[in-house]
């Protein structure tokens, strides 16, 4: 069996883990899914946590995308078993084993499998991202921009790679999937503008 499989079932594990939730119960009285969107992401934890926490989930959550990439490219398998391990992290994200299957929104662990894979969707993204943000303040359409923006970006600067594409699809429709609630909001002019 390859060892590309491990290494996916290993980020999905991964990716299980609640970085946010942890954190919060640790360092925190506040249970992030009793209060705010009631998400156990990075935005969440920073409106209801505090900034330092809020910043550590970020940084966790982006680990947990990042580290089974790193593995796979290290041990040498193909873009299609490289890919799958950024795919399971994500999956774990949005699904943990851990919480009954009831996780985060995959933004932040998406976001470790495109810094490894195209850093310089990432710097672009992260350009388009801040204008979005700034221009309208809300973090969800900032996302939603760029989940749906760096298909184009991964087809364009890793045109190498089918199956990095593939999934920057996958991952685009899930994370959309999981802002359906931002999106309605957004719409009815309900959502949370963002205060730094």
Known sequence: MPIGFFISLFGYLLGSVPTGLLLTKLFSKVDPR???SRNIGATNIFRTAGKSL???TLIGDLLKGAI????????GESDLWIAISGLTPFLGHIFPIFLGFKGGKGVATA???????????VFIEFLIFAGVV?????ISLGSI?????????????RSDSQAYFIISV?????????????????LQGLENRWKA
């Open 54 to 56: 809020g910043i550590v």
């Open 111 to 121: 976001l470790g499998f495109y810094l490894v894979t195209s850093p310089i969707s």
């Open 34 to 36: 009793k209060t705010g």
């Open 68 to 75: 089974p990439v790193i593995l796979a490219i290290q041990w």
């Open 170 to 186: 996958i991952m685009a429709a899930l994370i959309l999937y999981r802002h359906q609630s931002n999106i309605s909001r957004l």
């Open 134 to 138: 700034w221009k309208w303040r809300y």
């Open 145 to 157: 921009v760029c989940a749906t923006t760096i298909p184009i970006l991964i087809a364009y600067f």
